[in-house]
């Protein structure tokens, strides 16, 4: 089985960056997925991160460190429409085994920032 | 390109009713996943499907739910009866098999009351 832990809400300041935490404890890894979820609405795709190292894509990035069960997402230049839940998500497996299986999600931060 | 379809948007039923939910996945996407997300809760995986077989139901609740997904394309998800425990956002997602760092895309989701 697997535990993912995440923090509940986060507050920031438009403007500003924020680091949100996530640890995971797995009897497999094949990939770590970071999701966007407005509230109402379906997740979407932010970054995947498979070996350790950050990924940049814009202002978000997501880092993964697979010997702590360690990965972050971090918001640069906050919007006020980057107020969200942001979803850790994790896929069992060998690494890059193509025979995957789905994603097991962590219970979501929720992210308001302010003016 | 159109993305993952589902119906209806919301549902509304007394207990012991039955209920069901169609979605419609990506143009090519051979894996298809039903979630169930409850209020302030990550999604969580209750079957996934490789094309028409189903791969994974292990969270499935069998005495009440069932769902197919005949000529691998368009799938319903049912619950007979409901219970009031069941009222959540149920989130159909499709993905390509084989692409390792592929994402799934997921629907706008049915959010069921039951009352």
């Known amino acids: 089985g697997q535990n993912i832990d995440q923090p509940t809400e986060m507050t920031a300041t438009e403007g500003a960056i924020v680091q949100i935490n996530c640890t995971y404890q797995?009897?497999?890894?094949?990939?770590l997925f970071w999701y966007q979820q407005h509230a109402g609405e379906a997740p979407t795709f932010l970054s995947y991160?498979?070996?350790?190292g950050l990924e940049e894509k814009g202002r978000f990035s997501s880092f993964l460190s697979r010997s702590k069960g360690y990965s972050y997402l971090l918001l640069k230049e906050l919007q006020m429409k980057d107020s969200a839940s942001y979803l850790c998500a994790v896929r069992e497996g060998r690494l890059l085994d193509t025979g995957r299986r789905a994603l097991t999600f962590g219970s979501g931060t929720r992210l308001q920032v302010q003016p | 390109e159109a993305g993952v379809v589902q119906s209806p948007r919301y549902k509304i039923i007394e207990k012991k009713q039955p209920v069901a939910f169609w979605c419609n996945p990506i143009?090519?996407?051979?894996?298809l996943y039903w979630y169930r997300q409850n209020l302030g809760q990550g999604p969580e995986l209750l079957i996934r499907y490789e094309n028409e077989e189903a791969v994974d139901d292990s969270q499935l609740p069998k005495d009440r739910f069932s769902a197919e997904r005949l000529k691998g394309v368009d799938s319903t998800l049912k619950i007979q009866p409901a219970e009031l425990g069941d009222s959540a956002v149920y989130l159909c997602?499709?993905?390509?098999?084989?692409?390792?760092?592929?994402?799934?895309?997921f629907g706008q989701g049915t959010r069921l009351t039951v009352v």
């Open positions: 997602a499709s993905s390509i098999r084989g692409r390792e760092n592929t994402e799934a895309f």
């Open positions: 991160n498979v070996l350790d």
């Open positions: 143009s090519g996407h051979n894996t």
């Open positions: 797995t009897s497999g890894f094949n990939g």
